[in-house]
Each structure stands twice: as structure tokens, then as C-alpha cells.
């Protein structure tokens, strides 16, 4: 991410100290993490090795190439896959990512994520995650279009609303949803909004869906803050990332808590203000920019400086290793709030844990965005279609209840808020693969 001293405001220079920039993702395997994290839980929680061998790697995945003529006439070949990590609970749950990025060890530990979320939010559901090699921001909506349908084309044996049910996450949303849903419900000659969510209102979409990632984020925000006795109203954020979750949260933020939003950023760089910048002002300045840098009444801010600012919620809300071993010292928040999947890696945990700074874990932090994909999915299933309050009231109680289990068990083994998390989802899907009876010997066979 471009994030330069040199266009940092005084302001913000004196606020900050300065910290090293952080390392290029590359550098740190995401599926390692996601492996670790889970080691981690593993052993605190005595899980018999059998089990750990299941549960560490995915059960199924899909490599496709995706052949599309571009708008100039040349034929590009797009690489993209789909991992199942585990479908134990249920059919697997997860998004599509389209990123120049995407690895398919990037999507091996997201898929795994999703399969701890959708246990501790207690969803009937397991978890997934597909991604394409793409680059969105240089593409046409045609092209757009023909990679979503040709990628469904590939991976629509695998997926289905008893299998595997997709739904949106970085650089994909609802219309990218609903050219998915089109083509697979061609495919197999029947309607079937229920095979991805996220999808439009108009074409079976939930309320609530679009800010529904933020929201639950907020709502967890909220009870950390109750937790720790930090008053919401005028308590300080800064958020780094600048999309779906990351504008969303700044928004609820102020209006669900009254909070002071000091400074954001995206890919292309950061704003800051002392008193507190206006989201919606941000969101604007980006539809117009494409970025939020210039956005009036605020001066630039580096990413290093925006992750060291002493506020009560830092909110990495963007993609994964933005925390790490180089710049986590650095942090002043007293809570990081995990919008993102993946921001923090092992090295920063453990100095978080050291400098009592109190982590909201991922697959908590921003289980809302799933949670209302399954109440879109249940909404399909029965055709019968639920107000925004409702929608909101049932993530709220979700939320809440997963919360209070990961702080209770986080207390009680006297261990940090991820570990917590993870051993509560954990226990869940490990009960369910012991009742289906996978690790049991067959007899007769
Ligand atoms: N991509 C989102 C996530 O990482 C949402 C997944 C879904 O709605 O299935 O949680």
C-alpha cells in the first residue's frame, strides 16, 4: 500500500510516532497463519491428533482457467479456484474474491476461516472460499461479467444450495452476485436464488445485507467497549481500508455509536482530521476519485502513521498481514476491531497480548456479513421475505451471543479473545464430524 511520510500531515506527524512500513503481504502465507492460529487452539484444547489432521487442511478444491475475450478483442486466460475447507455443519459458506493478488493459499485460509465463522455464530453452515486472478479495477463491466458467469460455468457441479453457497467479498458485489445467480439457475434449468447471497434486493437479496459485515463489527465494537468501560459516544477510531467494511463501519460508527472517525485510508493512500472526518464526505470524495485522499477538510496521513494513532478502536478493514511483528508495537488503540479477514499475524498477537491491547478476533469481528448471507439463504428457501428491523434485530442477538461465549471462554482458560474464539468453533465442528462418525473405522470396509 502506498504510504509515504512525505505526504503526512504535521498535524498527524506529531500525534504518531513514526514506525516501519509494513512488509509486503507476500511475505507471510496466510494458510500458514490459519494453520498456526489453529495449532494454537488445538493444543489448549487437547484435540486428539486424528482430528488435527482433519481439520488443517481443506477437503476439496478446484483449480479453473477461465477463458474470456477482453473488450479489445484478445482472448485472456483468468486462473481462479474454489476450496471447501468443511462441510461437517453444513452446506460450505463463503465468498468469491476477484483480486490480482489471490493465491490459493490466500483462499485455502479464508475457506478455513469461514468454517470456524459460520461454528461460532452457530449457522447450519461449513465453510468455503473461491477466488479469481483478476483485477477489477482495470476491467470493463462486460469483461466483468464474462469472468463471474465463465467461473460459475467451471465450479457449477460443486456448488448448490445443499452444497455450497458463495456470496461476495473483496471486489465483488451485489451484480457480480446476481450475473452468478443467473448463470447457475440457466445451468440447471430452475430459479435458484438460494445457490449464492448478497445478491440484489430485486433478485432475492436480503435487507440489510449490504451493511451487514459493519454492522455486526459495530455490534461488537459496542460490547467490548461495555466490557472495557470505554464510553462509546465521542471515543476515537481510525479505520484502514476503505471499501465494503471499512466505509460501512465508519458510518455506523458515528451513527450507531456516536464515535469520532480520525482518520481512514485505501490502496492509494490516507486522510486525517483532529476533529473527526464526515464518512459519508469520504465515500463521495472516492465514487468521484477513486480514492479518499483529498477529501476536504482533512489532511494526507500514511499508513504507518494511521495505525499508530492513539484512538479506542483501530479498524483494519481491508485484506490480510496489516498487523505484524514490524509495526504492531507501534499501536496505541485499546481495541483493534478485525473487519478484515486475516490482519493480524502471530507475532502482532502475541504483542497485543503483551501490551493488553484487547482484539476483536476476525472470524467474530466480522461474522454480520455471513450471518445476514444466511438469513438470505433461509429467506430463499422459504420465499418469504423479512423487514429491515428484523434483519437487524437477529443479527444483533447473534452477535451478541457469540461475543459474551468467546469473552466467557477467553476468561475462563485464561487465554486471548482469538484462541477463545477458536476453541469455541472448533469444539462445534469436531462434535459435528464425531457424531457423523468420519474418524470412527468402518466395519466392512
Ligand atoms: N465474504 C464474507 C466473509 O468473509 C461473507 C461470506 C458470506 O456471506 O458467505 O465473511
Redesign the pocket.
Known amino acids: 500500500m502506498p504510504s509515504s511520510s512525505s505526504r503526512t500531515s504535521g498535524a498527524a506527524v506529531k500525534k504518531t510516532r513514526v514506525v516501519a512500513e509494513r512488509k509486503p503481504s507476500q511475505e507471510l502465507n496466510p494458510f500458514a497463519l490459519a494453520q498456526a492460529q489453529l495449532d494454537k487452539a488445538c493444543d489448549k484444547l487437547g484435540l486428539e491428533p486424528e482430528m488435527r489432521a482433519v481439520l488443517r487442511q481443506p477437503m476439496r478444491e478446484l483449480h479453473v482457467a477461465l477463458p474470456v475475450r477482453l473488450d479489445d478483442g484478445r482472448v485472456q486466460v483468468f486462473q481462479g479456484f474454489r476450496v471447501q475447507h468443511n462441510d461437517a455443519r453444513g452446506p460450505c459458506?463463503?465468498?468469491?474474491?476477484f483480486h490480482p493478488a489471490e493465491t490459493i493459499d490466500t483462499v485455502r485460509a479464508?475457506a478455513m476461516?469461514?468454517t470456524w465463522?459460520?461454528a461460532l455464530m452457530d449457522l447450519p453452515?461449513g465453510g468455503g472460499?473461491g477466488g479469481v486472478i483478476c483485477n477489477p479495477k482495470e476491467m470493463s463491466s462486460r469483461e466483468l461479467q464474462q469472468v463471474a458467469r465463465e467461473y460459475i460455468r467451471q465450479i457449477y457441479h460443486m456448488i448448490g444450495p445443499d452444497q455450497d453457497?458463495?456470496?461476495?467479498?473483496?471486489y465483488t458485489d451485489p451484480q457480480i452476485m446476481a450475473w452468478m445467480m443467473d448463470e447457475y439457475s440457466r445451468l440447471v434449468g430452475r430459479h435458484t436464488p438460494d445457490v449464492i447471497?448478497?445478491k440484489p434486493l430485486a433478485l432475492g437479496g436480503s435487507a440489510g445485507?449490504q451493511d451487514?459485515?459493519a454492522r455486526g463489527t459495530v455490534y461488537t465494537v459496542r460490547e467490548a467497549c461495555r466490557h472495557l468501560g470505554i464510553l462509546t459516544k465521542g471515543a476515537t477510531a481510525a479505520i484502514q481500508g476503505y471499501g465494503n467494511a471499512g466505509a460501512y463501519t465508519a458510518q455506523l460508527l458515528v451513527d450507531l455509536l456516536g464515535m469520532k472517525i480520525l482518520a481512514v485510508n485505501d490502496s492509494r493512500g490516507g486522510v486525517y482530521s483532529a476533529e473527526g472526518l464526515d464518512p459519508a464526505a469520504a465515500v463521495e470524495h472516492k465514487a468521484k476519485t477513486k480514492s479518499v485522499v483529498g477529501t476536504p477538510g482533512t489532511s494526507p496521513i500514511s499508513e504507518a502513521e494511521l495505525l499508530a494513532l492513539e484512538v479506542d478502536v483501530l479498524v483494519p478493514a481491508a485484506l490480510e498481514n496489516v498487523l505484524t511483528g514490524h509495526n504492531a508495537g507501534a499501536v496505541r488503540a485499546k481495541i483493534v476491531a478485525e473487519a478484515a479477514?486475516g490482519p493480524t499475524t502471530l507475532e502482532a498477537d502475541d504483542l497485543f497480548a503483551d501490551k493488553g491491547v484487547f482484539v476483536i478476533p476476525d472470524?467474530l469481528c466480522?461474522?454480520g456479513?455471513?450471518?445476514?448471507?444466511?438469513f438470505?439463504w433461509v429467506q430463499n428457501r422459504s420465499s418469504w421475505y423479512w423487514g429491515e428491523q428484523e434483519v437487524y434485530e437477529r443479527l444483533d442477538g447473534r452477535m451478541v451471543r457469540a461475543f459474551r461465549e468467546v469473552l466467557a471462554t477467553s476468561l475462563e482458560a485464561k487465554t486471548d479473545m482469538r484462541t477463545a474464539a477458536y476453541m469455541v468453533a472448533v469444539q462445534r465442528v469436531a462434535e459435528a464430524i464425531r457424531l457423523r462418525g468420519w474418524l470412527e473405522p468402518r466395519s466392512g470396509v
Open positions: 459458506k463463503g465468498g468469491i474474491r479464508l476461516w469461514m465463522k459460520c453452515l472460499k453457497v458463495p456470496a461476495p467479498d473483496v447471497t448478497g445485507r451487514a459485515t479477514n472470524f466480522n461474522a456479513g455471513v450471518t445476514v448471507s444466511y438470505e
